[in-house]
């Protein structure tokens, strides 16, 4: 596979892949980023143009059957995917471009220039808040394409419930059905059994039926409100993407902030039943003169990562009960998120990142999602009549112990597995697998 970019995006997919043992070349004009690339990752980096003949066959573009186009300037990207397509026989050319005046506000129906899968980084990430916000703002919570189960990832406070048990006993206390999939552990990640215990400071990757939510939260102490008046900070492309997930009489009980004439003349325009605030969010009095403590929740959506963050957490000190921010530049903050007082962090490249290795991965594949700094990958994949676990209980599926089929969704019913659990044709299910094992756990289901 060749990448082009070793910014943010391309550097975690190449990440991504190389950690699965996949044969990576990346191509960067930048010397910096191409040394920063090149240090870190077991990978060729190829310093240059990603226009350039030269430096595509050198990158063994003949050879490849997928290129990934990930610079930060969309004419670069298209103009990348045009030229491999039009003088290289590659079946797969992905390429981020964020320009609406290219795609179009939905996105476009057939290929431009030879490019089979457009990824659009702010339209993805406004579908991952969209999805946290419609759950209830619990935690840093996961939906999939094909089935109603969820994935929440939980942060154990010393005053939680689970501290100091195992999960067996965890289970057995809460009647609800839930399954605790993975736990992240002082930088690591593991796959649970039923001894395992729980310790302060863990993050479990909880799946649960959307009707459980409630029960498993309950019992940590969390309750669930529902969320009306919502106050989005930024008026950003994101924020834009946000809106038009929601319905009109949804958005008549929303409010966006921004300090520009101009960007809030233009939201006012697109969307005249939103009320639009011009003010500076670092401003005392907005919070006095706007009433801002009695919205549900804020969405901090600026292109200013320690902006979003600070925002986020001020809310909450002055009584908004939920809070969420948009991480665009640092992916540092995400390791910090838990540790602060903040409902759910998204991170745009997080976003693009998923969205590309669901197109890779293949269209059996429904979604694709990584966490823990791409230590731990969450596929949806739809059983056929060649996977040779057809007609297999769990319990007699080799996962080595570095994987664990998490839930199954068949003919629209929903099942928390066990291990005596057979998986049949037409079934989706949940896998969590350890990145550096996905390659063998994914074989078992193709």
Known sequence: MIILGAG???FQIAKHLIEEKKDVVMIESDPKKASYASSRLDCMVINGSGTSIEKLEEAGIRDTDMFISMTDSDEVNMVACGLVSSEFEVEHKIACIRNLTYIGSQGLSGKILGIDYIINPEAEAAKAI?????KGVFSDMISFEKTSLLLNNIHVTPDSAFVDKDIKSIRQAINSDFLIAA???????LVPSGDTIVRNGDTLSVVTEEGSIESVFNAIGKKKKKIKRILIVGGSKTARFLLKNFSQSDRRSFALVDSDSDVCKDFAEEFPELLIIKADVTDETLYEDEDISNYDLMITLTGNDEL????????KKIGIDKSMALIKHNNNYLKLAPHLDLDSVIAVSSSTVNSALRYIRGENFKSVHSLFDGKLEVFEFEINGDT???NKKIKEINLRGKGLIAGITREGNNIVPTGENMLKVGDVILVTVERSHIDYVQKLFL
């Open 130 to 134: 969209y999805e946290v916000v419609d």
């Open 388 to 390: 040779s676990v057809v």
């Open 183 to 189: 736990i992240h552990h002082r930088h690591k990640m």
């Open 308 to 315: 979003n963050i600070l925002t986020a957490i001020y809310a």
């Open 8 to 10: 943010t995006r391309g």
